[in-house]
């Protein structure tokens, strides 16, 4: 509903605010990063992750509450083997929408498996 709310621009003011309390709640209640991704549904998005507006949200939070961004990835590859994730980052490159997280995504993938 915030992802949706922010794209009409009658309703992205009340939108962000909205966000940003929800952001800072599962901060303060200390959510872990895995969580929030759950509650989020994100681990049910499949194919359609990297498009999905709640991962959107959840990348949000991580980058700005949450410094160590190897939970990220971690997080991500709990749900997804590397074969699936490295799939939805193939083609979420050919998106011109999607292309710079999945670019993102493959970088700090690839970070990730060297430590």
């Given amino acids: 509903m915030i992802a ?3 794209k009409v621009s009658s309703t992205e003011k009340i939108a962000k605010r ?3 309390e ?3 709640d599962w901060y303060v209640s200390r959510w872990t990063p895995d969580q929030i991704f ?3 549904n994100l ?3 499949g194919e359609t992750l990297l498009t999905s507006p709640l991962l959107e949200i959840w990348i949000r939070y991580m980058t700005t509450n ?3 961004k190897p939970d990220m990835i971690g997080t991500l590859l709990s749900y997804y083997d590397d074969g699936k ?3 939805m980052i193939k083609t979420a490159k050919s998106n011109s929408n999607t292309g710079k997280l999945a670019l993102d995504i493959e970088y700090a993938l ?3 498996k060297k430590n």
């Fill in 4 to 6: 949706s709310a922010m």
């Fill in 18 to 20: 909205m966000e940003h």
């Fill in 22 to 24: 929800l952001l800072k």
């Fill in 38 to 40: 759950r509650s989020l």
């Fill in 43 to 45: 681990h049910k998005a």
């Fill in 66 to 68: 949450n410094t160590q």
């Fill in 85 to 87: 994730l490295f799939q």
């Fill in 110 to 112: 690839s970070l990730y």
